[in-house]
């Protein structure tokens, strides 16, 4: 089945900095790529997807890479605030007919220290 | 209702003992799944139900987990001979099927302590 690895597990920066997230995925035939912040105390919510037909998709400050080829993928925050201090979850997931099953990284606490 | 509803919030229990996990999905939400997250761990996926077929079972830790899924709706997740290591946050969400997007709506979770 799949298996996803994130990395770093923690992650601290100055205020206005970036910040970079990584994961890995196993299943070649994974096509889903989401991402969820959980705030403490809070539920986990979505942030940023991508689909395996794109290579790049930016929000504002948000923005996701996927390279298929090396089964990777990233978050990249810019300019960051305190408020964007959380848990940050990668996922994949092989969507086929509806078919979604999603799973998760082991997260990465952001702390943005102002 | 407006989100996905779990219940009970809190659960405190003692080993040995068998507890239920409630979670009510957002309305029309065909797809609905549980996960598990330990003290500061990642989302460790249980169960995945899909419409009316066959559920996923493949991340349930042993055969003291069963989860079942009524009506297509509300779903109950049952864990027999509690043991310590069971405690964790239980967390339920859904989604819509054939949307654009696949995202996941989670619940607020059930804390459930095993003493």
Known sequence: GENVEQ????LSVQEGDS???????????????????????????LIIDIRS????????????T??????????????TQPEDS???FCAASKTSGGYNKLIFGAGTRLAVHP | GAGVSQSPSNKVTEKGKDVELRCDPISGHTALYWYRQSLGQGLEFLIYFQGNS???????PSDRFSAERTGG??????????????????LCASSLVGGSSGELF??????????
């Open chain 2, 73 to 90: 709706s509300v779903s109950t997740l049952t864990i027999q001979r509690t043991q310590q290591e069971d405690s964790a946050v239980y």
């Open chain 2, 106 to 115: 989670f619940g607020e979770g059930s804390r459930l302590t095993v003493l």
């Open chain 1, 53 to 64: 037909n794109v290579g790049e998709k930016k929000d504002q400050r948000i923005a996701v």
């Open chain 1, 19 to 45: 910040a970079v997230i990584k994961c890995t995925y196993s299943d070649s035939a994974s096509n889903y790529f989401p991402w969820y912040k959980q705030e403490l105390g809070k539920r986990p919510q």
């Open chain 1, 66 to 79: 996927l390279n298929k080829t090396a089964k990777h993928f990233s978050l990249h925050i810019t300019e």
């Open chain 2, 54 to 60: 066959a559920p996923d079972k493949s991340g349930l």
């Open chain 1, 7 to 10: 990395h770093p597990s923690t």
């Open chain 1, 86 to 88: 959380a848990v940050y």
